[in-house]
Nanobody, 117 residues
Framework: VQVQASGGGLVQAGASLRLSCAAS????????MAWFRQAPGKEREFVAH???????TYADSVKGRFTISGDKAKNTVYLQMNSLKPEDTAVYYC????????????WGQGTEVTVSS
């Protein structure tokens, strides 16, 4: 499967943004789909994942503000980000993992999110 992230941009604190992760070469519902992010000078960190149809997990830092979801018809996973904070500024990556694999082997290019204060 290939994944492609999009939807990043520059927003003010408190705004919302929706990222998209378009999958091709396979149905995203057959994988664990996740969002990660990497802020400048920091290591990449987990943000959220979804196991279709409705099993989701979030990092504590985004719980209650971010929502991961999927659209099977569009073969796309979304990350709805509300109440954005400057500390959410990062490059966001979409990744896919086979159900019984321990690693995310499929990564897309990142999409940059900048939140100004």
């Amino acid at each position: 499967v290939q994944v492609q992230a999009s939807g990043g941009g520059l927003v003010q604190a408190g705004a919302s943004l929706r990222l998209s992760c378009a999958a091709s070469g396979g149905a995203f519902s057959n994988y664990r789909m996740a969002w990660f992010r990497q802020a400048p000078g920091k290591e990449r960190e987990f943000v959220a994942h979804i196991v279709w149809p409705d099993s989701t997990t979030y990092a504590d830092s985004v719980k209650g503000r971010f929502t991961i979801s999927g659209d099977k018809a569009k073969n796309t996973v979304y990350l709805q980000m509300n109440s954005l904070k400057p500390e959410d500024t990062a490059v966001y990556y979409c990744a896919a993992r086979r159900p019984f694999s321990s690693d995310y082997h499929f990564w897309g290019q990142g999409t940059e999110v900048t939140v100004s204060s």
